[in-house]
């Protein structure tokens, strides 16, 4: 059984309050189910307080994180503030979760940047404290980089169990503590230590493989997993090759690569939605983040695809 689409409003910077509440009032009439945002130092935006704001002055789409960065936050303080989102949205938040990937920004606060495992190990520890903290008994937890002594949550989530778990990557070690972990699994292109994506390993082969590794750490529960990819440019346009043009200048690709590249969708209107269907039935994806600068002129696909 497929799943329905989701679309997510990708934001993370804002003029002023007023203009923030815009882009949250926008994101929700235009159809959006989810408003999200990263986690980085370089970032304008924080997550937290912005969110919080988010859930303010909306009643309906929900708030999320792709993702808290592990390294940057005790999990005892991060399963806090997350419960504390999900109460006061009214059990409208979703819990994303990475490992830490921006090496610059690491360097520039002076957080050790560990080996990909010792830092995916960190996250795998930090998650369990975070769904102990949130579960109704007191949490006594003792790992390799956290130890919790009979420490009660609170407050705890709206949301039962928990709020939905997104984690994202591009490896083996990370897409199979997705599939076992998480309720929302998201592919994403390799990422560099500097910054930025390569781009041209972004292939269908690359993503079957990627899929298998979630598989192999899902088992049987994989069918109830939420398959998620991010558009890093969506326009809607019948005039492609000039849009991927412009697109190509900015990413140091070629037209032709942009438009074969499953990271953006440049077309017709038809042409994204036959796209999008195609890749949901080849792949399961269903659930699409598109940049905020984006949103409106994606709109029409939304709103023929949105719950589909």
Do not use: C
């Amino acid at each position: 059984m497929q799943r329905p689409f989701r679309f997510a409003v990708f934001a993370y910077e804002a003029a002023s309050r007023q203009d923030w509440e815009e882009k949250a009032r926008r994101a929700e009439a235009l159809g959006y189910a989810i408003l999200v945002m990263p986690d980085h130092f370089m970032n304008p935006l924080t997550p937290v307080p912005a969110l919080a704001a988010v859930a303010a002055v909306t009643t309906t789409i929900r708030i999320g994180t792709i993702v808290f960065a592990n390294d940057y936050r005790h999990p005892a303080l991060l399963a806090k503030e997350a419960a504390t989102l999900d109460l006061l949205s009214d059990g409208r938040f979703e819990f994303g979760l990475g490992a830490g990937w921006f090496q610059t920004e690491y360097e520039r606060v002076g957080i050790p940047f560990d080996p990909p495992g010792q830092r995916i190990e960190r996250m795998r520890e930090a998650l369990t404290v975070v769904k102990g903290l949130w579960s109704d008994e007191p949490l006594t937890f003792q790992g390799t980089h956290y130890a919790i002594a009979d420490l009660d949550g609170r407050p705890k989530p709206v949301q039962k169990p928990h709020p939905p778990i997104f984690i994202g990557g591009t490896g083996r070690r990370m897409l199979q503590l997705a599939g076992r972990e998480a309720d929302i699994v998201g592919f994403i292109p390799k990422t560099l230590p500097g910054g930025g994506h390569d781009w041209l390993a972004s292939t269908p082969e690359l993503l079957s493989e990627q899929i298998s590794w979630v598989r192999e750490g899902a088992g049987a529960r994989f069918d109830q997993l939420e398959l998620s990819m991010v558009a890093f440019r969506a326009m809607v346009t019948d005039h492609p090759e000039e849009a991927a043009a412009g697109v190509a200048r900015d990413y140091g690709l070629t037209p032709d690569q942009v438009l074969a590249s499953p990271d953006f969708l440049i077309g017709s209107e038809d042409a994204i939605v036959e796209r999008l269907l195609a890749r949901r039935e080849k792949f399961g994806v269903s659930y699409l983040e598109i940049s905020d600068s984006d949103a409106a002129g994606f709109a029409p696909v939304v709103a023929r695809l949105a719950g589909l």
